[in-house]
Nanobody, 118 residues
Framework: QVQLVESGGGLVQAGGSLRLSCAAS????????MGWYRQAPGKQREMVAT???????DYADSVTGRFTISRHNAKNTVDLQMDSLKPEDTAVYFC????????????WGQGAQVTVSS
């Protein structure tokens, strides 16, 4: 059974930092894309940052230069370091692990609340 366990959300003042962690288990995650997505109230879920098993990263324009994604392949973990947080970063953050080649899969975590106060 696949599990994605997220940790590290919380409440922080604007300008502060938080670190999210996601630990994946229950499948072979080699060749997968691991990433973080977020959904604010009344808005669609959006990509925040992704990283391939080879270390290629991609960031949303809104977080570039402030957030850093990192991945540990041997431990099947992916972290998101969030610095210089803004109130508009407030959202539920979801870990996602997917593989786009056979055997394909697409797993989501349960979500972690991040709240940034002004």
């Amino acid at each position: 059974q696949v599990q994605l366990v997220e940790s590290g959300g919380g409440l922080v003042q604007a300008g502060g930092s938080l670190r999210l962690s996601c630990a994946a288990s229950g499948d072979n995650f080699s060749g997968s894309i691991m990433g973080w997505y977020r959904q604010a109230p009344g808005k669609q879920r959006e990509m925040v940052a992704t990283v391939t098993s080879g270390g290629i990263t991609d960031y949303a324009d809104s977080v570039t230069g402030r957030f850093t994604i990192s991945r540990h392949n041997a431990k099947n973990t992916v972290d998101l370091q969030m610095d210089s947080l803004k109130p508009e970063d407030t959202a539920v953050y979801f870990c996602r692990v997917r593989r786009v080649w056979s055997p394909r899969y697409d797993y989501w975590g349960q979500g972690a609340q991040v709240t940034v106060s002004s």
